[in-house]
């Protein structure tokens, strides 16, 4: 360890060295530095010992650090402020985070240097000696004396950390004029975060388990601990739901998550939009728990909280841990013999194994839960996978033998009917094939026809679509803009006028005296699939009369006649009366769809090859 040594001088002054052995091993080489006063001594003493007994980065032997060479706004600290405020899409308290984050974790080791290249400068080494310390939890050079022994920081927590400081240096990198060449965080090792260490974080309730806290809960908090049961949301996104939450899905009961509980630099929470873009759903929920949001929400104005606190507020998750959540789980742990000690998010954790444990595939348990990737689902969840062994053996087992029986899963994915064959339209000149588009008179309706009783339309991107019941009505109104939000804003970026745009949209319900358009009125929720499609066209030589497009998907409701189907895949070609011949493929399962239309395609130029060399006129009906 480096020691200060006075040693009095000829002039009667005494002088204080600080010595040291590098690196602090037996055969290291010695060395020294002198200074004139003991306080600045024991500060070097301090910063040698906090870098490994090895010379402070950016020190000269003799002369100090070179930070005086430096622009002020160019040393550390002041720069990582900068960048932080210059920060887009981040909250106000997790912007006021990182501050905390580079005050506490950072300008302790790096406030001496400077971001940019060279003397002085913040080096590859100095950061991966800043990472081995919050791991092992030493001391910084720049902390304070009396400080509180540090943290050992787990591997998540440094990496996370590690990802703030490689931001901000690459700041300096992309700078105008750059400050840097290279970012000093590539290439840092950095603490191993493997599954374990999430197992350790995670607790998972049985269904139980999870009614043991519930029955112990305070009568006035159960039915906020059923929502997190019922939707697996975040704490924010759930007492942040209101009466105009309350939707219909596709004739099920649901709720909207489109806000949530934030908090702005001052700590002050405030509701905002969710934490990401897929955080905004449409969740279904059971009817026993839809009557009692429904209840709740008698009386309230639309905007007001469903679930508030004990002083009619909105719930603090502290108050609700410490007077509520931990109380209950005490008494079940008394009551019942509960061992897990579960956090409130943990709920939101327990939803998810719920869901793995009953079958229901990564893709629709990522829309639930909003995450952004499957990949986060994956990750977090991945490990509780081995409860659908027998789902993975049964489709391998399916795969490689015929005659196995078809995987349970399969039956209900729509890929069963896709493995029987493509379904085939033949080909008409002019008229659509019946046989597979449908059209008003192949949609099952609920009633005949309504009469004259009252009628609710909604129009929906120039379609006039009457119900029965307003709910239905709304219902559909909501979902059609919730399927063309994205949509209608990347209209609304390219400078389309607003009339296009609230015509693609919907609109609210129109009450009506009677329906006096065409067709019956919707007596119930009309079905929505999720298609793709495809279309090509030939000239009569069979060449391609353009590139095909992409394949296309979009939301399609069985009130559309022309483009709705149930079928996994399906196909016909068509001659045009200019001359061409088209091939079109659709269905709800992509891979089908994209089979049927390389088999569309085929039959389209062997049909060119066939057709005479004139133009067939439109049939007439």
Request: with cysteine; hydrophobic share 35%.
């Amino acid at each position: 360890m480096a020691r200060v040594v006075p040693r009095e001088r000829k002039d009667g002054g005494v002088s204080y060295y600080v010595r040291w052995i590098a690196g602090g091993s037996r055969g290291g080489k010695n060395e020294s530095e002198i200074f004139t006063e003991e306080e600045a001594a024991k500060r070097f003493k301090d910063l040698v010992n906090g870098h490994g007994q090895q010379w402070p980065p950016g020190w000269v032997k003799g002369q100090g650090f070179v930070k005086d060479l430096r622009s002020p706004d160019e040393m550390f600290e002041p720069f990582a402020m900068k960048q932080i405020g210059l920060l887009t899409g981040v909250q106000g308290d997790t912007r006021a985070k990182y501050r905390r984050l580079v005050e506490q974790n950072m300008a302790p080791w790096f406030k001496d240097f400077s971001v940019r290249d060279g003397e002085g400068g913040i080096s590859r080494e100095m950061v991966q000696m800043w990472v081995n310390a919050l791991s092992k939890g030493d001391p910084a050079p720049h902390d304070p004396k009396g400080r509180k022994p540090r943290t050992k920081y787990k591997p998540k927590t440094v990496l996370n950390q590690h990802g703030l400081l490689h931001a901000i240096l690459q700041a300096a990198v992309d700078a105008e004029p750059s400050l840097r060449a290279t970012n000093p965080c590539d290439y840092t090792s950095l603490p191993r975060s493997d599954g374990e260490e999430i197992d350790e974080e995670m607790v998972f309730l049985e269904r139980e388990e999870f009614g043991w806290i519930h029955e112990c809960m305070a009568e006035d908090a159960q039915e906020l601990m059923e929502a997190f049961g019922e939707t697996g949301g975040r704490w924010g996104e759930v007492t942040a739901l209101q009466p105009r939450d309350l939707r219909r899905r596709n004739g099920r009961p649901a709720i909207r998550i489109q806000r949530a509980w934030k908090r702005d630099e001052d700590g002050k929470p405030y509701l905002g939009a969710p934490k990401t873009k897929k955080s905004r759903r449409t969740l279904v929920i059971t009817e026993g728990f839809w009557q009692k949001l429904s209840r709740r929400a008698q009386g309230k104005a639309k905007d007001d909280l469903l679930f508030t606190g004990p002083e009619g507020g909105r719930w603090d998750a502290g108050t609700f841990r410490r007077l509520r959540f931990v109380p209950a789980i005490e008494l079940a742990a008394e009551k019942f013999g509960l061992i897990k000690r579960p956090r409130i998010h943990d709920l939101r954790h327990s939803h998810a194994s719920w869901l793995i444990a009953a079958r229901v595939p990564l893709p629709a348990i990522q829309a639930r839960l909003g995450h952004e990737s499957i990949t986060t689902t994956v990750d977090r969840y991945g490990h509780l996978l081995d409860a659908l062994d027998d789902e993975v053996m049964a489709a391998v087992a399916w795969a490689m033998d015929p005659t196995a029986p078809l995987p349970g899963f399969l039956a209900l994915s729509g890929l069963a009917s896709a493995s029987q064959g493509l379904a085939r339209v033949p080909h008409q000149a002019g008229a659509p094939a019946q046989e597979t588009w449908k059209d008003a008179s192949d949609v099952p309706q609920g009633s005949t026809r309504h009469g004259d009783a009252p009628v609710f339309v909604v129009a929906l991107g120039g379609r006039e679509v009457p119900f029965a019941d307003r709910q239905h009505a709304q219902d559909v109104a909501d979902q059609w803009n919730d399927d063309h939000e994205d949509e209608i804003a990347v209209m609304r970026t390219d400078g389309w006028p607003e009339e296009k745009l609230v015509r693609r949209g919907a609109r609210d319900p129109e009450q009506r005296e009677r329906w006096t358009g065409g067709g019956h009125v919707w007596t119930r929720m009309p079905d929505r699939q999720f298609l793709y499609s495809a279309l090509a066209s030939y000239e009569r030589d069979g060449t391609l009369s353009y590139e095909p497009l992409a394949m296309t998907g979009r939301w399609t409701w069985e009130f559309e006649y022309d483009g709705f189907t149930t079928r996994a895949a399906e196909f016909r070609i068509e001659h045009r009366p200019g001359g061409s011949t088209e091939a079109q493929a659709r269905g709800t399962n992509r891979s089908a769809v994209s089979r049927a239309f390389d088999e569309a395609r085929k039959e389209a130029r062997e049909a060119c090859t066939r057709r005479p060399e004139v133009d067939l006129a439109p049939t007439q009906t």
